[in-house]
C-alpha cells in the first residue's frame, strides 16, 4: 500500500505483488464466480483497447448505467487504463435523467449493465453507442465478453496526473436538474489517504459486500477505491432478495449502509424477540452470548468495522446498537467532498448523533448563517459545463455545504439539517425538519418519517411504520399520542407537531419519494399529502 500513488497504480502494484490473490466475487443464480486481481487487470486492459479502437480517445466520457457486479469495477479500470473519464449513471435512474446524463457529459458509449427495469434505459439509449456487460445480452449491440475476445490488453497504459479528470459524477437530484461534479485523481487519492487514516489500522484480510449504488461516490470510495489500495475482496450482491445469502457469504469485516438499512436489521430483530425482553437478556450474565448471536445472524459475525451515511442517523437507533456489540461510526460527506469529509472515527460513545470529526486534510467552519464551510484536498474541482453553479458553491475559497451545523463542547460537529429545508409557518418562525425527524425516528416502530408545516400554524410529521408491526392499531395510537407528547417536550414551542399521519405506502426510489441515496424527496413527500395538509391532530390514520 502506497498513499502517494493514484488509484489506478496502486491497484496494478497491487496485481504484480500477488497477481493470483482473489479480489471480485460475482455471485449468479446463487454460483459465485471469482477473478483474481491478474483477471481483473486482463479484463480491464482489453476493454481500454477496445475503447480506443472503437472510436473514443483519451479524455473522452465513459458512461457506466449498472446495478453493482465484477464488471463494473473492471469497466472502470478500463477506463482509466485508457485516460478516459468515467460518468457513472444510478441503475434506478428515470429516462430524462439517463438523457440529461449522457447528453450533458458527451459520453461517446454507454457501458450498460443488468437493471431492475429496462424501460427508461431503452427510451433513452435509442440513439446512442451501446456496450453491455454483466451478463446483459442484446441483439445488435456488442457485448464486454465479445470485445474481451477480439482484442489485446492495451500495452501502453494512460499515465495520469493528481490534476487529471477521474470522474464526473451526477448529483442525485433531490431538487433541480443534477449537476455534474468533476473529480479528479488527486481528489479520490486524498479521501483514500483520509480514509486509511480514520479506518484502516491494519492492510490484511478485509472483505466488503457492494450492494449500495457504485454510481455514488460513498460507495466508490469505501468499497472500489478503498480495494485499489488495501487488501480487501469485494462481493457483490446480486439482488434484494439474496441480500442476506451475500452477506452471509462474503463473511465482510466492514460494512457501511443508511440509516432506514439500520433501523430494517433492528426492526428484523425485534420481529423475533420484543424490545424489553431483549434489553432484559443483554442485562444479563448471558449478555454477551446473545449479543454475538444477533450479529452472526445479522451477518456480522466477523466484522469489525461498521458505518452509516448519507443521512442523520437516530442516536438512540445507534446506542441500540452499541448495546449488541455493534459501534456504527456516523460519517459525513457529499459528492462534493469524494466521499467522507467527517466521521465519529475511532468511535467514541459520547458524540453519538454527531457526525465526528473532519478527517486528515479537511478543514470545517460555520458561517455566519450557520452553514458549513469545508476545504481540502478533497474538494472537487468544478461543475461540469456549469460556472455559475460553480461560483455560487464557494465563498472565499470554502465550499459552502447547504448543511446547516454546530459545533459541540467535546469537538464534534452536528448536522441540524439542510438550509434549504428549513421552512417557515404561518407565525413567521423557521422549522429545520431534520432533528426533529431524528427524534421521531428513534421509536423501532418508525421506519420512515418526514416533518412539514410550510405556512402551517404549526408543523406536523407524515410517518411510515416498519413492515409486519405487531400491536394492534389502537395500541399503536396509544403509542403515537406518547410519543408525540414525548417528542414535542424536547422541542421549542414554535417546533410542537400538531400531529402524526400514519401513511400506508413505503416511501422508495421507484414512487420517486426517494432519491438514489436514499434521501426524502421532501417536494414530492408533501405533493403525495397536499390534502391533509393543515388538518393532522393528533394522530391520524392514512
Given at each position: 500500500?502506497?498513499?502517494?500513488?493514484?488509484?489506478?497504480?496502486?491497484?496494478?502494484?497491487?496485481?504484480?505483488?500477488?497477481?493470483?490473490?482473489?479480489?471480485?466475487?460475482?455471485?449468479?443464480?446463487?454460483?459465485?464466480?471469482?477473478?483474481?486481481?491478474?483477471e481483473?487487470?486482463?479484463?480491464?486492459?482489453?476493454?481500454a483497447s477496445?475503447?480506443?479502437?472503437?472510436?473514443?480517445?483519451?479524455?473522452?466520457?465513459?458512461?457506466?448505467?449498472?446495478?453493482?457486479?465484477?464488471?463494473?469495477?473492471?469497466?472502470?479500470?478500463?477506463?482509466?487504463?485508457?485516460?478516459?473519464?468515467?460518468?457513472?449513471?444510478y441503475?434506478?435512474a428515470?429516462e430524462?435523467?439517463?438523457?440529461?446524463?449522457?447528453?450533458?457529459?458527451?459520453?461517446?458509449?454507454?457501458?450498460?449493465?443488468?437493471?431492475?427495469?429496462?424501460?427508461?434505459?431503452?427510451?433513452?439509449?435509442?440513439?446512442?453507442p451501446?456496450?453491455?456487460?454483466?451478463?446483459?445480452?442484446?441483439?445488435?449491440?456488442?457485448?464486454?465478453?465479445s470485445?474481451?475476445?477480439?482484442?489485446?490488453?492495451?500495452?501502453?497504459?494512460?499515465?495520469?496526473?493528481?490534476?487529471d479528470?477521474?470522474t464526473?459524477?451526477?448529483?442525485s437530484?433531490s431538487?433541480?436538474?443534477?449537476?455534474?461534479v468533476?473529480?479528479?485523481?488527486?481528489?479520490?487519492r486524498?479521501?483514500?489517504?483520509?480514509?486509511q487514516?480514520?479506518y484502516?489500522?491494519?492492510?490484511?484480510?478485509?472483505?466488503?459486500?457492494?450492494y449500495?449504488?457504485?454510481?455514488?461516490?460513498?460507495?466508490?470510495?469505501?468499497?472500489?477505491?478503498?480495494?485499489?489500495?488495501?487488501?480487501l475482496?469485494?462481493?457483490?450482491?446480486?439482488?434484494?432478495?439474496?441480500?442476506?445469502?451475500?452477506?452471509?457469504h462474503?463473511?465482510?469485516?466492514?460494512?457501511?449502509?443508511?440509516?432506514?438499512?439500520?433501523?430494517?436489521?433492528?426492526?428484523?430483530?425485534?420481529?423475533?424477540?420484543?424490545?424489553?425482553?431483549?434489553?432484559?437478556?443483554?442485562?444479563s450474565?448471558?449478555?454477551?452470548?446473545?449479543?454475538?448471536?444477533?450479529?452472526?445472524?445479522?451477518?456480522?459475525?466477523?466484522c469489525?468495522?461498521?458505518?452509516s451515511?448519507?443521512?442523520?442517523?437516530?442516536?438512540?437507533l445507534?446506542?441500540?446498537?452499541?448495546?449488541?456489540?455493534?459501534?456504527?461510526?456516523?460519517?459525513?460527506?457529499m459528492t462534493?467532498?469524494?466521499?467522507?469529509?467527517?466521521?465519529?472515527?475511532?468511535?467514541?460513545?459520547?458524540?453519538?448523533?454527531?457526525?465526528?470529526?473532519?478527517?486528515?486534510?479537511?478543514?470545517?467552519?460555520?458561517?455566519?448563517?450557520?452553514?458549513?464551510?469545508?476545504?481540502?484536498?478533497a474538494?472537487?474541482?468544478?461543475?461540469?459545463?456549469n460556472?455559475?453553479?460553480?461560483?455560487?458553491?464557494?465563498?472565499d475559497?470554502?465550499f459552502?455545504?447547504?448543511?446547516?451545523?454546530?459545533?459541540?463542547?467535546?469537538?464534534?460537529?452536528?448536522?441540524?439539517?439542510r438550509?434549504?429545508?428549513?421552512?417557515?409557518t404561518?407565525?413567521?418562525?423557521?422549522?429545520?425538519?431534520?432533528?426533529?425527524?431524528?427524534?421521531?425516528?428513534?421509536?423501532?416502530?418508525?421506519?420512515?418519517a418526514?416533518v412539514?408545516?410550510?405556512?402551517?400554524?404549526?408543523p406536523?410529521a407524515?410517518?411510515?411504520?416498519?413492515?409486519?408491526?405487531?400491536?394492534?392499531?389502537?395500541?399503536?395510537?396509544?403509542?403515537?399520542?406518547?410519543?408525540?407528547?414525548e417528542?414535542?417536550?424536547?422541542?421549542?414551542?414554535?417546533?410542537?407537531?400538531?400531529?402524526?399521519y400514519?401513511?400506508?405506502?413505503p416511501?422508495?426510489?421507484?414512487n420517486?419519494?426517494?432519491?438514489?441515496?436514499?434521501?426524502?424527496?421532501?417536494?414530492?413527500?408533501?405533493?403525495?399529502?397536499?390534502?391533509?395538509m393543515?388538518?393532522?391532530?393528533?394522530?391520524?390514520?392514512?
Amino acid at each position: 500500500m502506497n498513499l502517494k500513488m493514484l488509484p489506478l497504480q496502486s491497484f496494478l502494484a497491487k496485481v504484480d505483488a500477488n497477481p493470483n490473490a482473489a479480489y471480485l466475487h460475482q455471485p449468479d443464480s446463487g454460483v459465485w464466480t471469482t477473478y483474481t486481481l491478474s483477471e481483473t487487470a486482463s479484463r480491464a486492459a482489453k476493454l481500454a483497447s477496445a475503447l480506443l479502437a472503437n472510436g473514443c480517445d483519451k479524455g473522452d466520457r465513459i458512461s457506466i448505467l449498472s446495478k453493482n457486479c465484477a464488471d463494473w469495477v473492471i469497466a472502470d479500470l478500463g477506463i482509466m487504463m485508457a485516460g478516459m473519464v468515467s460518468v457513472p449513471i444510478y441503475a434506478s435512474a428515470g429516462e430524462s435523467t439517463i438523457s440529461h446524463v449522457v447528453s450533458h457529459s458527451g459520453a461517446k458509449i454507454v457501458l450498460l449493465g443488468k437493471l431492475d427495469e429496462s424501460i427508461a434505459a431503452d427510451a433513452a439509449l435509442k440513439d446512442v453507442p451501446v456496450v453491455t456487460l454483466g451478463g446483459r445480452i442484446e441483439e445488435g449491440r456488442p457485448s464486454l465478453d465479445s470485445w474481451l475476445e477480439q482484442y489485446e490488453e492495451l500495452k501502453n497504459i494512460a499515465q495520469a496526473e493528481p490534476e487529471d479528470l477521474w470522474t464526473i459524477v451526477y448529483t442525485s437530484g433531490s431538487t433541480g436538474v443534477p449537476k455534474g461534479v468533476c473529480l479528479t485523481y488527486g481528489n479520490i487519492r486524498a479521501t483514500a489517504r483520509d480514509q486509511q487514516a480514520a479506518y484502516y489500522e491494519s492492510d490484511d484480510g478485509k472483505r466488503a459486500l457492494s450492494y449500495l449504488p457504485l454510481a455514488h461516490v460513498a460507495e466508490r470510495s469505501c468499497v472500489e477505491i478503498t480495494s485499489m489500495y488495501y487488501d480487501l475482496e469485494v462481493f457483490f450482491n446480486e439482488s434484494l432478495d439474496t441480500f442476506m445469502r451475500d452477506l452471509q457469504h462474503a463473511r465482510v469485516t466492514q460494512f457501511v449502509s443508511v440509516p432506514r438499512l439500520w433501523a430494517k436489521f433492528q426492526a428484523q430483530v425485534l420481529a423475533q424477540i420484543d424490545y424489553d425482553t431483549l434489553e432484559s437478556l443483554l442485562s444479563s450474565d448471558s449478555g454477551a452470548e446473545v449479543s454475538r448471536s444477533i450479529r452472526e445472524k445479522l451477518g456480522f459475525g466477523h466484522c469489525k468495522s461498521f458505518g452509516s451515511g448519507t443521512a442523520p442517523i437516530a442516536p438512540a437507533l445507534l446506542k441500540w446498537y452499541t448495546r449488541i456489540g455493534i459501534e456504527i461510526m456516523e460519517g459525513w460527506g457529499m459528492t462534493e467532498t469524494s466521499g467522507v469529509a467527517a466521521g465519529n472515527t475511532p468511535f467514541e460513545p459520547e458524540r453519538l448523533g454527531s457526525i465526528g470529526v473532519p478527517v486528515n486534510d479537511v478543514e470545517m467552519k460555520l458561517s455566519e448563517q450557520g452553514e458549513i464551510l469545508i476545504r481540502g484536498e478533497a474538494i472537487f474541482t468544478q461543475y461540469y459545463k456549469n460556472a455559475t453553479a460553480m461560483e455560487e458553491a464557494f465563498v472565499d475559497g470554502w465550499f459552502r455545504t447547504g448543511d446547516r451545523g454546530d459545533l459541540q463542547a467535546n469537538g464534534a460537529w452536528r448536522i441540524i439539517g439542510r438550509v434549504k429545508e428549513q421552512f417557515k409557518t404561518a407565525k413567521g418562525k423557521y422549522v429545520a425538519p431534520a432533528p426533529i425527524e431524528s427524534l421521531l425516528l428513534a421509536d423501532p416502530y418508525i421506519e420512515q418519517a418526514c416533518v412539514s408545516g410550510s405556512g402551517q400554524p404549526q408543523p406536523f410529521a407524515i410517518v411510515v411504520l416498519v413492515e409486519g408491526v405487531s400491536l394492534e392499531k389502537e395500541a399503536m395510537t396509544s403509542r403515537f399520542e406518547q410519543l408525540l407528547t414525548e417528542v414535542n417536550e424536547q422541542l421549542e414551542s414554535h417546533e410542537h407537531l400538531s400531529g402524526v399521519y400514519i401513511v400506508s405506502e413505503p416511501w422508495t426510489i421507484e414512487n420517486e419519494r426517494l432519491t438514489p441515496t436514499m434521501k426524502l424527496k421532501r417536494d414530492n413527500i408533501e405533493a403525495s399529502y397536499a390534502d391533509i395538509m393543515g388538518s393532522v391532530k393528533g394522530v391520524i390514520w392514512q
